[in-house]
């Protein structure tokens, strides 16, 4: 029964996971609340906080799971993709732990922990499975035999879902991060009143720029004929909003389960934490016949116990790293 402890830092929640033989027994996360002021992620800043927040996020982590760190049998830590500077804290305290104690280092990416992250818990789904996985900078449909057979069988072509959050939430006038306010604002709102452009694309690619410009001169438009429209008609705005992005993933979800003929579908990613997100994903493999699975919110944002449990099933098949591995900001996976 390996007892792995796992680091997540890739961008600006330093977060530490203690895993033992599969099981999460701890997950602990500081977040930094340092970027709102700048209505964005400050990489320079992210970094720092990484430094302080560290090694007081491991020792919680540890206790919190009543685990020592002579019963560690392998540490695992995000290796890429993300930010350069977040991913070195994480990196150097990892290998600087590995050798300290004499243990084996296990380099995690970042999306393939998202996708396993629904391993965590039951009812974990049957291999194979289609996995959506949405976030901030990423946003594809993965093909998963195995938790080490991940194919990428579909990708944004620019901007991702989780960026056409932000920036719509930007361009209400909504604070940073602004994509969790559009889903709590569009609670309230009708997803019918407004249509926005849908990109058309070829095959399971995603487009989300098209969405992003009809959005900017939507309003650009109606606040010029009233200053005020954006204020009176915000929830209805959301709810508009939120509901395109979403029909963009679940057509090109529907033409995957169609193209594989796999019908067990899960959801990863931050944005999966997003409650119109997953009440339609829901609805829609109740429609189609499809069994879905969506991890707990806590297992979606960015967190380690993503990454303990990639680290675990990495640790079965020892896919060890060797002390000179170093973070990446990008890295393509298969």
């Not at 927040?53 to 685990?67: G, R, T, Y």
């Not at 540490?75 to 104690?101: C, D, H, Y």
């Not at 098209?210 to 309003?219: A, E, R």
């Not at 079965?316 to 002390?323: A, H, I, K």
């Amino acid at each position: 029964m390996p007892t792995l402890l796992a680091i997540e830092s890739s961008c600006d929640e330093t977060s530490a996971s203690v895993c033992r033989d599969g099981i999460i027994l701890s997950n602990h996360i500081a977040n930094q609340t340092v970027h709102e002021a700048y209505g964005g992620v400050v990489p320079e800043l992210a970094s720092r906080a990484h430094m302080q927040n560290i090694v007081p996020v491991v020792d919680v982590a540890l206790k919190e799971a009543s685990v020592s760190l002579d019963a560690i049998d392998a540490i695992g830590f995000t290796q890429a993709p993300g930010l350069i500077g977040s991913l070195l804290v994480g990196a150097q305290f990892a290998r600087s732990l590995a050798l300290a104690l004499d243990k084996p280092l296990i380099a995690v990416h970042h999306m393939q922990a998202h996708v396993l992250a629904n391993l965590i818990e039951e009812p974990r789904p049957p291999f194979p499975f289609l996995c959506l996985t949405v976030s901030g900078g990423h946003t594809q449909i993965v093909r998963v035999e195995s938790p080490s057979d991940l194919t990428v069988i579909g990708a944004t072509i620019d901007d991702a879902a989780g960026e056409a959050f932000d920036k719509s939430a930007k361009l209400l006038g909504l604070p940073y991060p602004g994509g969790p306010l559009i889903d709590k604002h569009a609670a309230g709102g009708n997803p019918e009143r407004f249509r926005f452009a849908e990109p058309q694309i070829d095959g399971l690619d995603f487009s989300f720029s098209g969405l992003k410009t009809s959005v900017l001169y939507y309003l650009q438009k109606e606040t010029k004929a009233n200053p005020a429209f954006i204020q009176e008609n915000l929830a209805d705005l959301c709810a508009s909003i939120q509901q395109t992005i979403i029909r963009i993933l679940l057509k090109k979800l529907q033409r995957a389960v169609e193209q594989t003929g796999i019908r067990d579908v899960c959801l990863a990613g931050g944005v999966s934490a997003n409650k119109g997100l997953r009440a339609a994903l829901a609805a829609w493999g109740e429609r189609n016949g499809c069994r879905t699975y969506i991890p707990s919110f806590q297992y979606c944002t960015d967190n380690a116990a993503m990454i303990a449990i990639t680290a675990y099933y990495k640790y079965l098949d020892r896919d060890f790293s060797d002390l000179s591995v170093s973070a990446t900001a990008r890295a393509a996976w298969h």
